[in-house]
């Protein structure tokens, strides 16, 4: 079946520094999206990208839907503590089931103050 | 997006038992559908809900462990049956509103079976 890498597993950082993850896929995807969970809640939507190519900012996070359609980086600039939590990756394909995100296994930041 | 509640946010159940969680919408939503979050693990889908008929599942899940209710346009239920403690997990449901391709989770459910 379809599977994302999501890398890296898991960050740690100096408050202040940059951040970047990525995502890719053998697969091309329709759409990609960039959520984050904090401990104990449901994933929250950060940015959706529904163009090869589209660059897109959210305040400090900038996301890019590659122009192959395989892949996505998500960058977070000057990080605070709060950044603190999981980040997934997740692509959808219109030729699977409406529903099928396929998520990656998520992206850890830990920042230290 | 939407305001998506969950009950219960969490329980701890017996082996052999069954749980019944409830998604709520505060608006009408297209597509709803349950998640499940294994430990320390990512995200699968379980099934979409459907309203007023039987619900679409996903390889590995079957509606005699988890049979999916969607009554209307704004709620939804997920019962874990006869659980065993392979099924501690979050359970999330999550809905699309419109056209968009973008999904909105609820709060999560956190059970533990022991």
């Known amino acids: 079946g379809q599977q994302l890498n999501q890398s890296p597993q898991s960050m740690f950082i100096q408050e202040g520094e940059d951040v970047s993850m990525n995502c890719t896929s053998s697969s091309i995807f329709n759409t990609w999206l960039w959520y984050k969970q904090d401990p104990g809640e449901g994933p929250v939507l950060l940015i959706a990208l529904y163009k090869a190519g589209e660059l897109t900012s959210n305040g400090r996070l900038t996301a890019q839907f590659g122009i192959t359609r395989k892949d996505s980086f998500l960058n977070i600039s000057a990080s605070i503590p709060s950044d603190v939590g999981i980040y997934f990756c997740?692509?959808?394909?219109?030729?699977?089931?409406?529903?099928?995100?396929?998520f990656g296994k998520g992206t850890k930041l830990s920042v230290k103050p | 997006s939407a305001v998506i509640s969950q009950k219960p946010s969490r329980d701890i159940c017996q082996r052999g038992t069954s749980l019944t969680i409830q998604c709520q919408v505060d608006?009408?939503?297209?597509?709803m559908f349950w998640y499940r979050q294994q430990p320390g693990q990512s995200l699968t889908l379980i099934a979409t809900a459907n309203q007023g008929s039987e619900a679409t599942y996903e390889s590995g899940f079957v509606i005699d462990k988890f049979p999916i209710s969607r009554p209307n346009l704004t709620f939804s239920t997920l019962t874990v049956s006869n659980m065993s403690p392979e099924d501690s997990s979050i359970y999330l449901c999550s809905v699309k509103r419109g056209s968009e391709d973008t999904q909105y989770f609820g709060p999560g459910t956190r059970l533990t079976v022991l």
């Open positions: 608006s009408q939503v297209t597509m």
């Open positions: 997740a692509g959808l394909n219109y030729g699977g089931s409406q529903g099928n995100l396929i």
